[in-house]
């Protein structure tokens, strides 16, 4: 199995920046995953990365202001995060698949317990 743990999430103003990471142990998975959920809505996928090939995904809403970034090595995942807006509010969860290569429209099998962010104006 893949156990997931975030960090990094705390309150920042609206135009600043933070930096999630994701831990991952036990199997190898073949991507990485950031999502976000806002209370009463549903999970919306952020960006992957592919393990071997490095290749890498991003939601138009944040294309352009967050980079995506792996360290196979500690087997580990970050979200560099910049220009936030009070809309990037949200649970930030990690997430593993061993079954495709990652991607938006891909199921992940392991999700971490989510780290906060909130972003005041």
């Known amino acids: 199995q893949v156990q997931l743990v975030e960090s990094g999430g705390g309150l920042v103003q609206a135009g600043g920046s933070q930096r999630l990471s994701c831990t991952a142990s036990?199997?190898?998975?073949?991507?990485l995953a950031w999502f976000r959920q806002v209370s009463g809505k549903e999970r919306e996928f952020v960006a992957s990365?592919?393990?071997?090939?490095?290749?890498?995904y991003y939601a138009n809403s944040v294309k352009g202001r967050f980079t995506i970034s792996k360290d196979n090595t500690k087997s580990a995942v970050y979200l560099q995060m910049n220009s936030l807006k009070p809309d990037d509010t949200a649970v930030y969860y990690c997430?593993?698949?061993?079954?495709?290569?990652?991607?938006?429209?891909?199921?992940?099998?392991?999700w971490g317990q989510g780290t906060s962010v909130t972003v005041s104006s």
């Open positions: 990365i592919s393990r071997n090939t490095g290749a890498i």
């Open positions: 997430a593993a698949t061993r079954l495709s290569l990652g991607g938006p429209k891909s199921s992940y099998e392991y």
């Open positions: 036990g199997r190898t998975s073949s991507a």
